[in-house]
Each structure stands twice: as structure tokens, then as C-alpha cells.
């Protein structure tokens, strides 16, 4: 238990220092798609910016709103980040640490969980803009999770279980991106929604809302909330790899992959506008959810044709 605890204790710290450099990541790419040249002064081309980031805003004054109520204002982006970290545990390490058979269930279990934080961030802060930020979270995640479960459901299917190692075992001759294209552009565009990035950024408008949800944080609850949602964005880039992209995680080929999903996030946010509101309701309902239907019919049908032809 203790070598266990260690193992997981070495996973988080790593994923943060993933997270650090994610955010570099994207200020570099998002510098040169707007032709300049992003942190370049603390350290070696900015390499230590991140730490002087964390550094600057878990030193500065922590303030709270008066009539905020104030554990539920405080415990949120703390559970928030708990969750985002707890998630990366389905990871199937085969050196003694966990592996999850049930871990696609218990990913959307986390994943269903996540949406409270913001939803209670935004109404216990006792801000209008917060809890309209809150609100149009809670609608979105509706939208968009309904499809994202069907799709996961699909690939349990095709895979014969719930365990994320199944993935790289199925996936030895052909990845599943060439055989399921229409729903992995799906899938990217619900992790985009899932992580509140742009162009599904509803609960952060910033140009609509003064920041969102998280308006009334500063220092620590603040860095908490971005933390949370750049790790989030690390695992659901993991988690694309290993279900369309072949999933092999002990080669530094999937590392590359990793990187490249990642930027591709970061690509997004520097090309497209954010969606309309009632535009990304008409795209969950009315274009994700009926494919990601047809999708899982065709292949429940296959599974009961091959199973029939076998026996």
C-alpha cells in the first residue's frame, strides 16, 4: 500500500510538471501563430516561466468575496484539481500500480463528478457573472457528455471490456482512427467542450462574462482551477491516443503522439472564434448524437454477426 501511495504520489507530481509546461507549450505556439515570440526573458527561452508563474500566484493575497458561502467557495477549485489528478489513475501502469478493469466507467464517473466544481464555484462566489458562467457549464456538459459516453460505449464493444489496455492489444494491426474516423472528430470536439476550451468555452467568456465562473478567485484558488483544466487537457490527449492512435504507452512514439494531440488543442484556440451558445446545442443534439447513435447500432450489429458466424 505504501509503495502504492509512493507510485501515485510520483504520477501526480509528474502530471504538474507536465501542466507547467503545457502552459509554456501554448503561449510559445499561440505567440507565433500571432507572429511574436511568447515568454523568451526567465530562463533559457522562457523555460522557467511556468515556475515563476506558480510561484507569483501562490504568494500573492488570497481575497474572499463578503457574502460568498465560504467552504463550499473554498473547497471547489481544491476538489476541482483532486479530480482532474484522481482521473489519471485508469492509466494502465503494469509495474503495481492500478489497473482498472472497469476504467472507462470510471472515467465518466469522474468526468460527470468534474462539472459540480465549476457549478458550485460559480454559485457559492454569490456573483451574477460567476453563476451565469456555472449555469451555461451545466447546460453544456449535458449536451455534450450524452454522445461522449456513446462513443465510449462503442469502443467498449469493439474492445471487449472496460480496461484502457484492451485498446492497445485491439489495435496491433490497424488503429481504430482509419476504421472510426466520424467519431473521432467527435470525440476531439467533446474534449474540447469537456476541457472548456475554445471554441466550447462557455463557462470562461471571457468577452460575455468577466472571466466566468472562476471571477471572484485570485492567488492560489485561481492557479488551482487553471491547473485543473490543463491536466484535464493532458489526460483527455492521453486518452485520445490510446483509443484512435494505437495506444503502444512504452514507446516514446506515444509520448510524440501525446505532444502532438496537445498542440493540436492549443492550435484551436489560436485559430477558431468561440461558438455561438445555441449553436453548440444544435451541434451536440442534432449532428454528435445521432452518429455516435448509428455508430453504436453498427457496431452492436457486427459484434452479434461475428459472435452468430462463430458459433
Do not use: H
Not at 144 to 159: G, Q
Not at 192 to 217: C, H, K, M, Q, W
Amino acid at each position: 500500500m505504501i509503495l502504492m501511495f509512493l507510485e501515485l504520489l510520483i504520477l501526480f507530481i509528474c502530471v504538474l510538471v507536465g501542466v507547467a509546461f503545457l502552459t509554456l507549450l501554448e503561449r510559445k505556439i499561440l505567440g507565433y501563430i500571432q507572429i511574436r515570440k511568447g515568454p523568451n526573458k526567465v530562463g533559457y527561452c522562457g523555460v522557467m516561466q511556468p515556475f515563476s508563474d506558480a510561484i507569483k500566484l501562490f504568494t500573492k493575497e488570497q481575497t474572499f468575496p463578503m457574502v460568498s458561502n465560504y467552504l463550499p467557495y473554498y473547497f471547489s477549485p481544491i476538489f476541482s484539481l483532486f479530480i482532474s489528478l484522481l482521473i489519471w489513475s485508469v492509466m494502465p501502469f503494469c509495474f503495481g500500480m492500478f489497473s482498472f478493469n472497469l476504467g472507462l466507467l470510471f472515467f465518466l464517473c469522474c468526468t460527470s463528478v468534474g462539472v459540480y466544481t465549476v457549478m458550485i464555484a460559480g454559485w457559492s462566489s454569490n456573483s451574477l457573472y460567476a453563476l451565469l458562467g456555472g449555469l451555461r457549464s451545466v447546460a453544456q456538459t449535458i449536451s455534450y457528455e450524452v454522445s461522449l459516453a456513446l462513443i465510449l460505449i462503442s469502443f467498449m464493444i469493439l474492445s471487449n471490456g472496460y480496461n484502457l489496455y484492451s485498446f492497445f492489444v485491439y489495435q496491433g494491426l490497424i488503429w481504430f482512427l482509419f476504421i472510426t474516423f466520424p467519431l473521432m472528430i467527435i470525440w476531439f470536439a467533446s474534449c474540447l467542450a469537456e476541457t472548456n476550451r475554445t471554441p466550447f468555452d462557455f463557462a470562461e467568456g471571457e468577452s460575455e462574462l468577466v472571466s466566468g465562473f472562476n471571477i471572484e478567485y485570485s492567488s492560489g484558488g485561481f492557479a488551482l482551477i487553471f491547473m485543473a483544466e490543463y491536466s484535464s487537457i493532458l489526460f483527455m490527449s492521453m486518452l485520445f491516443v490510446i483509443l484512435f492512435m494505437g495506444g503502444d504507452y512504452y514507446s516514446f512514439f506515444f509520448l510524440v503522439k501525446l505532444v502532438l494531440v496537445s498542440s493540436l488543442f492549443i492550435w484551436v484556440r489560436g485559430t477558431l472564434p468561440r461558438y455561438r451558445y445555441d449553436k453548440l446545442m444544435y451541434l451536440a443534439w442534432k449532428s454528435f448524437l445521432p452518429i455516435s447513435l448509428n455508430y453504436l447500432i453498427f457496431f452492436s450489429g457486427l459484434k452479434i454477426l461475428i459472435i452468430s458466424l462463430l458459433v
